[in-house]
């Protein structure tokens, strides 16, 4: 018999968030998640998927995957430290370093991981954490498992942060100082006024810390938004996912040889997880290989981004203050953004609707992800399903 005050806990607060359309329906994908993807038999243009350039489809990196799980099997077998460091990991490990223009990187399972792993494994209770306010969960739950004093600053609010630095530093409480921030924020798509962050932590002699989950791949010719800004020198800590724009699976931290040292000695989810598995790794590498020898992929998400976005706005959504792919169309009121999202499917466009927690409450937006994959008839589809469904929901 299972525990009454559990299923009493699960039934009230389950049927409380359907209440109030915070549910999430998780909607199984029949097939591959490309540019079109079929969930119930329905065919539907996908403007949900993280697949910037297209490669988790791409039949390079499927061929390379094959190739790897005939030479070096499915699973890497061990932990990295024991012997799950496989030639393999530390080519991608090499060219992760090439890619970010750092001195070394660390690859791990996931990029959740790598802001379990790498703040945890520098920072601790002596210490203080300036963090930006609409920062990743990873990043709010690394800092948690690090046990370092949280100092939030508003979002993006370099004066809010500069006068929580000088505060943070002239105390005397810390050991170290770091700030943290998304290099791409994923929910609103603007982008970390990075020169000012580094600016101020030279300042104060903090240390710097970008998140670049929606950055890799998309800005700075790939390279992501440090890159951007020509700041590769200047950040200490520079993390990502391989599963977005790279299109597989895992993350990375790159910078300094001996941070990269410290960390595999030192960060749990490297020392205690199974490496990750040979097809993701060559796929990965391979991956890269492709985003540093041309633009080409870029170049093809940008135009769709450009051509998405004005056609929203042409229409009178409001889109925010987006300045990458991510493209939100904000709604506000969390129930009315679900209907929406579901007249859209209903229409054959699959836009997933987000809502608090992931988004402040009265924020509802449906998000859509213009890739380097979609064609212009994909995107003129769903188009024209936003412009039928928000003038008969009375969005516009």
């Not at 065919?43 to 949900?48: A, G, H, K, T």
């Not at 890619?99 to 494994?121: D, L, R």
Request: aromatic share 6%; hydrophobic share 40%.
């Amino acid at each position: 018999m299972t525990s009454k005050t559990l299923d009493q806990f699960l039934h009230e607060n389950l049927e409380d968030l359907k209440t109030k359309g915070l549910y999430n329906e998780i909607d199984p994908v029949e097939g591959a998640n490309g540019p079109m993807i079929t969930i119930g038999g329905k065919e539907l243009v996908n403007l949900s998927s993280n697949n910037y350039l297209g490669l988790a489809t791409d039949q390079r990196l499927k061929e390379a995957a094959k190739e790897a799980v005939n030479k070096y099997g499915v699973g890497a077998g061990a932990v990295r430290t024991i012997n799950g460091t496989l030639e393999i990991h530390v080519e991608l490990e090499k060219k992760i370093a090439e890619f970010k223009g750092t001195e070394a990187a660390i690859a791990y399972q996931s990029g959740f991981n790598c802001n379990m792993a790498a703040i945890s494994a520098v920072m601790d209770k002596h210490d203080a954490i300036l963090s930006d306010e609409l920062n990743h969960a990873s990043i709010i739950d690394g800092c948690r498992l690090s046990k370092a004093k949280i100092i939030r600053f508003n979002h993006s609010d370099m004066d809010d942060l500069r006068a929580k630095a000088k505060e943070a530093k002239e105390s005397g409480q810390y050991n170290k100082i770091m700030v943290i921030t998304d290099g791409v924020f994923s929910m609103d798509g603007d982008v970390a006024k990075l020169p000012e962050i580094v600016e101020i932590a030279e300042e104060f002699d903090i240390m710097t810390y970008v998140d670049d989950a929606h950055g890799s791949g998309v800005l700075g010719k790939g390279a992501g938004t440090v890159k951007h800004f020509g700041l590769s020198d200047k950040v200490d800590f520079q993390i990502g996912t391989l599963s977005k724009a790279i299109g597989v699976v895992g993350g990375y931290v790159a910078g300094k040889q001996a941070l990269i040292d410290w960390l595999k000695v030192r960060s749990r989810p490297f020392l205690f997880s199974t490496a990750l598995t040979p097809a993701d790794v060559v796929a990965t590498t391979k991956s890269l290989e492709l985003i540093m020898a041309s633009t080409e992929l870029q170049d093809k998400m940008w135009e769709n981004s450009r051509y998405l976005k004005d056609e929203l706005q042409k229409l009178g959504f409001d889109i925010g203050h987006s300045e990458t792919p991510i493209t939100p169309v904000i709604i506000g009121d969390e129930s009315a953004t679900q209907k929406f999202s579901k007249r859209l499917n209903e229409e054959g466009v699959y836009a997933k609707s987000i809502v608090f927690p992931t988004v402040p409450q009265g924020t509802g937006r449906v998000r859509n992800m213009p890739t380097a994959a979609h064609t212009k008839e994909m995107l003129d589809h769903a188009i024209k399903a936003y412009e039928k469904v928000g003038k008969e929901l009375g969005i516009i």
